[in-house]
């Protein structure tokens, strides 16, 4: 299993541009989480979703969109890109039938910079 | 308000020397606490899950404790391959329904050989 598999590695994007961070995981879990992390910053929760078709706002959801179209597949777009997105992003997975309860399972991120 | 606190926020130990990292919390329904290892320019990694007051989890030199407002992670004769990243994250619900993950900012452990 590759587990959980995030695309691109680094990206740097001008402001006003818009991108879509890709996330893919490998371990039929039900749920995914995007998450992103700032220098010195515990990862804050922008949205996840319990199931395909279903998602919801984390902590921090302004700016962002989803869609989990796939049990596999949780992308995360970026409209509008501005300075304060300037993060790593990290998606995650779990599986669990009793509301989220059980560890997640993290990719290797995706360092943005917006100039 | 819901938050995570860990302290220290950096430690520095030699090899050998014991030592333990604090995760104190406020959260409405706690539903779990997670210790996760994170190393420079990668995702964290689980270590523990506790889900109760009283409950210990131990993995080699790692030992995880929880009590009602904190939870303690005790390293005992730690090497330098224990340096990285201790991130403590809690689950509670949502107002709306749900649930929600909040993580503190971690500790940054460094073991000198």
């Known amino acids: 299993n590759a587990g959980v598999t995030q695309t691109p590695k680094f990206r740097i994007l001008k402001i006003g541009q818009s991108m879509t961070l890709q996330c893919t995981q490998d371990m039929n879990h039900n749920y995914m989480y995007w998450y992103r992390q700032d220098p010195g910053m515990g990862l804050k929760l922008i949205y996840y979703?319990?199931?395909?078709?279903?998602?919801d706002k984390g902590e921090v959801p302004n700016g962002y969109n989803v869609s989990r179209s796939t049990t596999e597949d949780f992308p995360l777009r970026l409209e509008l890109a501005a300075p304060s997105q300037t993060s790593v992003y990290f998606c995650?997975?779990?599986?669990?039938?009793?509301?989220?309860?059980?560890?997640?399972?993290f990719g290797p991120g995706t360092r943005l910079t917006v100039l | 308000e819901d938050q995570v606190t860990q302290s220290p926020e950096a430690l520095r130990l030699q090899e050998g020397e014991s030592s333990s990292l604090n995760c104190s919390y406020t959260?409405?329904?706690?539903?779990?606490l997670f210790w996760y290892r994170q190393d420079p320019g990668k995702g964290p990694e689980f270590l523990f899950t506790l889900y109760s007051a009283g409950e210990e989890k131990e993995k080699e030199r790692l030992k995880a404790t929880l009590t009602k407002k904190e939870s303690f992670l005790h390293i005992t004769a730690p090497k330098p391959e224990d340096s990285a990243t201790y991130l403590c994250a809690v689950q509670g619900p949502f107002n709306t329904g749900g649930f929600k993950t909040i993580f503190g900012a971690g500790t940054r452990l460094f073991v000198k050989a």
């Open positions: 959260v409405s329904g706690l539903r779990g």
């Open positions: 995650a997975s779990s599986y669990s039938k009793t509301g989220g309860r059980n560890e997640q399972f």
């Open positions: 979703s319990v199931g395909a078709g279903i998602t």
